[in-house]
């Protein structure tokens, strides 16, 4: 039995991975601010007698023993992180330096859920992990992507510096049950929308691409890459390659749920990236590790999902 610290364990991703790693036999504590991240998405845990939960915010020191780190704490919706987008920065960098210190005084492995967003608005199509990335620094999404890649930098300095054993992923678009129905991510918001018969809102023209992966793959490729030996740090993309427009998932999700709902077009914010898509040839070769879930079958799983919860409320 390992002890696990998963930084962000009431977050939509969060929870899953507390879930699978309790399911797996370990000790998982999960250390939460609750900015985006819900207790409902944990309290089925609570009865475990080998999880435990703990107020915190990264940005300030945290001291534990604990063999493993899943460093996941940072807001990832858009209109989440754009909030308070100081503490966004601060949350990557100084969260990214707290947990990176822990991990060297106990010695720990520790994973850091990197994004796509660090390759910006990519020119580089798919984008491979030597893509040195397209990003504005001073834009709307600067304060998420350049604390990520922040983020992995203070990694690649604390593995080279310190010896501490690290492992970074690259996270493309994720989506799934327990996602907050007002995160303004594009699949939670396009599924809330069409199952209430509201105007689905597509920002610019929809021919923007986005490539979804459904979230138990993201927890098996998190699951393999943490059990890498040391010789293999990442960065390593995990995301589905399958490419989409906005306006080819808005149809999709009319067509799931037989919605009346109409497409609407609304400004396309600023520094939307025009395409994104994962080169996933070496997470393939390094972590025998491919998505399995195709969008229909994940959007099926997540329409679901929200439908019992739009019940319930
Ligand atoms: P989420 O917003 O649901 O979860 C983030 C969690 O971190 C929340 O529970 C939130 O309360 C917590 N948190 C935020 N700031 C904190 C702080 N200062 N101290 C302690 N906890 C804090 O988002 P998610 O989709 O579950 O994302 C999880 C991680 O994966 C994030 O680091 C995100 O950048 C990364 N990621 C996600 C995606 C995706 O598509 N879901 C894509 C790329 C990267
Ligand atoms: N988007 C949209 N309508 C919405 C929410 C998002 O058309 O209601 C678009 C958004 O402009 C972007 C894409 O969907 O081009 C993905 O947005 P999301 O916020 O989910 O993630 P990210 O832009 O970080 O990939």
Redesign the pocket.
């Given at each position: 039995m390992k002890r696990i610290l998963v930084?962000?364990?009431?977050?939509?991703?969060?929870s899953h991975l507390c879930e699978r790693l309790l399911n797996e036999g370990n000790e998982v504590i999960s250390?939460?601010?609750?900015?985006?991240?819900?207790k409902k998405?944990i309290v089925h845990l609570m009865d475990n007698p080998y999880f435990e939960v703990v107020r915190?915010?990264?940005?300030m020191p945290f001291f534990i023993e604990v063999d493993e780190i899943y460093?996941?704490?940072?807001?990832?919706?858009p209109v989440?992180y754009q909030y308070n987008p100081i503490?966004t920065v601060?949350?990557s960098v100084m969260?990214a330096v707290n947990m990176l210190g822990l991990a060297k005084r106990i010695r720990a492995k520790i994973l850091q859920?990197?994004?796509?967003?660090v390759y910006g608005d990519p020119q580089v199509h798919p984008q491979t992990e030597s893509y040195w990335g397209h990003v504005n620094p001073i834009g709307t999404r600067s304060c998420?992507d350049e604390g990520?890649r922040v983020g992995e930098t203070l990694f690649m300095n604390y593995h080279d510096q310190n010896d501490v054993r690290i492992k970074i992923i690259?996270?493309?678009?994720?989506?799934g049950t327990r996602?907050?129905p007002a995160?303004g991510?594009v699949v939670s918001n396009f599924i809330v929308q069409a199952l209430k018969g509201e105007n689905i809102t597509v920002y610019g023209e929809g021919d923007q691409t986005r490539s979804f992966?459904y979230v138990d793959d993201?927890i098996n490729g998190m699951l393999k890459m943490m059990a890498t030996g040391d010789d293999f740090i990442g960065p390593v993309n995990i995301g589905n390659p399958g490419e989409f427009t906005i306006l080819e998932l808005a149809q999709k999700v009319i067509e799931i749920t037989g919605s009346k709902s109409k497409i609407i077009y609304e400004p396309l914010p600023s520094d939307d990236p025009m395409q994104r898509k994962p080169d996933i040839s070496l997470a393939k070769e390094k972590l025998d590790w491919e998505p399995k879930i195709p969008l229909e079958e994940g959007l099926k799983k997540t329409i679901a999902y929200f439908d019992q919860l739009l019940k319930e409320s």
């Amino acid at each position: 039995m390992k002890r696990i610290l998963v930084t962000g364990g009431a977050g939509f991703v969060g929870s899953h991975l507390c879930e699978r790693l309790l399911n797996e036999g370990n000790e998982v504590i999960s250390l939460d601010n609750y900015f985006t991240g819900q207790k409902k998405n944990i309290v089925h845990l609570m009865d475990n007698p080998y999880f435990e939960v703990v107020r915190h915010d990264v940005t300030m020191p945290f001291f534990i023993e604990v063999d493993e780190i899943y460093n996941l704490a940072c807001p990832a919706s858009p209109v989440h992180y754009q909030y308070n987008p100081i503490k966004t920065v601060k949350t990557s960098v100084m969260g990214a330096v707290n947990m990176l210190g822990l991990a060297k005084r106990i010695r720990a492995k520790i994973l850091q859920a990197s994004t796509s967003e660090v390759y910006g608005d990519p020119q580089v199509h798919p984008q491979t992990e030597s893509y040195w990335g397209h990003v504005n620094p001073i834009g709307t999404r600067s304060c998420y992507d350049e604390g990520k890649r922040v983020g992995e930098t203070l990694f690649m300095n604390y593995h080279d510096q310190n010896d501490v054993r690290i492992k970074i992923i690259r996270i493309f678009n994720t989506y799934g049950t327990r996602m907050h129905p007002a995160d303004g991510r594009v699949v939670s918001n396009f599924i809330v929308q069409a199952l209430k018969g509201e105007n689905i809102t597509v920002y610019g023209e929809g021919d923007q691409t986005r490539s979804f992966q459904y979230v138990d793959d993201l927890i098996n490729g998190m699951l393999k890459m943490m059990a890498t030996g040391d010789d293999f740090i990442g960065p390593v993309n995990i995301g589905n390659p399958g490419e989409f427009t906005i306006l080819e998932l808005a149809q999709k999700v009319i067509e799931i749920t037989g919605s009346k709902s109409k497409i609407i077009y609304e400004p396309l914010p600023s520094d939307d990236p025009m395409q994104r898509k994962p080169d996933i040839s070496l997470a393939k070769e390094k972590l025998d590790w491919e998505p399995k879930i195709p969008l229909e079958e994940g959007l099926k799983k997540t329409i679901a999902y929200f439908d019992q919860l739009l019940k319930e409320s």
